[in-house]
């Protein structure tokens, strides 16, 4: 790690995106960039600016929502609809490299910046919108919140134990599935461009993603006519890869071949499982996996959590417990990757936040990050930066 904070450094150092967006999906891509390396100028709404700052919890009035996904950015707040801060605006376009914004579909164009007018006009800008249902289809200029795609996008219908009511997810992926693809977007454009000189739109739609990864689920239905649905901890096709409960909690156990579950076996002392002509294949342990489970339970409940996963570990099974966050962040993987990063901010103290995924050999992680900044805060940098007298 370095002292330094992920600013200016790393793999997309040089890059300036501006940053429209509000809430999750579009800063969340902001800060994947911003953790790249990416300069990021969050082009605020004066007086409120993000959403998001006004969701609790807070720390000494500052928002810990808003913190936790604008580390690293810069902050100056514009009112797109005067002709001044219009000005500076598009002093800040002709310099930027990516304009990023997950207003509805047509919202940008009431405000004279859509995408045929700013390619016009700076035809090297990589223009990125996430929005709920993207810029084509019936339905595009509807609203729609991260709850809206999971239960229009089938994995509502999947989540939870057969027989309860539809779950959602227990956090917001279908704005976090949105961001990370307009990320895998936004670089595949900065690249094309490095080729071409010019820029592309990249139209990202959360209902879109949400279809995206349901893994083999629209395949397998369209082929059997079978309908997935809620299966609790278990895999829909592969056993036994699930939650057991053990004497003090529960224990995952994912034994994905033939190979693996013959370990399992040896690691729970129990031959006569890698034997037993019901559990002979993936196949067959599938079609038993009730059965299966009642035998792996009958065995875990005589121990320990932490006993089991000592020896199937052993055994090199991969198995884990069910992390609360505490639990999660007091991990020595997680620390050993940088996974948990502290941060001093001068309004809210002392915060943690989730650290950089993206490790890249040549840039080392950084040891802290930029505090999410203060509505308009950067502004004297920001203009100086656009060539505006201040």
């Avoid at 709920?132 to 019936?138: A, K, R, T």
């Avoid at 002392?269 to 299966?292: C, G, Q, W």
């Avoid at 090199?316 to 417990?321: F, H, M, N, Q």
Wanted: hydrophobic share 45%; net charge negative; glycine share 10%.
């Amino acid at each position: 790690m370095t002292d330094a904070t992920a600013t200016g450094a790393g793999l997309l150092s040089g890059v300036t995106v501006l940053d429209l967006s509000r809430v999750l999906a579009g800063p969340f891509c902001t800060m994947t960039l911003a953790n790249l390396g990416a300069r990021v100028i969050k082009v605020e709404i004066p007086g409120t600016g993000d959403d998001s700052r006004a969701f609790g919890p807070f720390a000494n009035g500052k928002s810990l929502y808003f913190s936790s996904i604008n580390c690293n950015k810069e902050s100056i707040a514009l009112n797109l609809k005067a002709p001044e801060d219009r000005a500076i605006f598009e002093q800040l376009l002709a310099k930027a490299d990516v304009v990023v914004e997950n207003y509805r579909p047509g919202t940008m164009e009431k405000l004279g910046y859509g995408w045929e007018t700013l390619h016009a006009r700076f035809p090297h800008l990589i223009y990125g919108a996430a929005s709920g249902f993207g810029d084509s289809g019936p339905i595009s200029k509807r609203a729609a919140y991260d709850m809206v795609v999971q239960g229009m996008g089938g994995i509502m219908s999947m989540t939870g134990y057969p027989g309860q009511p539809a779950a959602r997810v227990g956090i917001s992926i279908g704005d976090i599935t949105a961001g990370l693809y307009l990320t895998i977007g936004l670089n595949a454009a900065l690249y094309r461009r490095s080729v071409t000189g010019i820029g592309d739109k990249i139209d990202i739609a959360m209902l879109d993603c949400q279809v995206a990864i349901l893994e083999d689920s629209v395949t397998v239905y369209a082929k059997t006519g079978e309908i997935p649905g809620p299966l609790g901890t278990r895999h829909p096709s592969i056993a036994p890869f699930q939650a057991f409960e053990a004497q003090d909690g529960h224990v995952i156990i994912a034994a994905g071949n033939d190979h693996l579950f013959g370990l399992m076996a040896q690691a729970l002392a129990r031959p006569d499982l890698a034997t037993d002509a019901r559990f002979a294949s993936n196949e067959k342990r599938h079609e038993n996996v009730d059965a299966l489970q009642a035998e792996i339970e009958k065995t875990l409940m005589t121990g320990p959590v932490k006993t089991w996963l000592d020896a199937l570990n052993g055994k090199g099974v991969p198995c884990a417990p069910i992390n609360d966050v505490p639990h999660m962040m007091a991990e020595p993987q997680v620390a050993a990757r940088n996974m948990i990063v502290t941060v001093q901010d001068p309004v809210a103290g002392e915060i943690k936040v989730a650290g950089n995924p993206i490790k890249v050999v040549a840039h080392p992680d950084a040891a802290t990050f930029r505090p999410p900044p203060e509505l308009d805060g950067d502004r004297a940098e920001i203009l100086a930066f656009a060539g505006v007298k201040s």
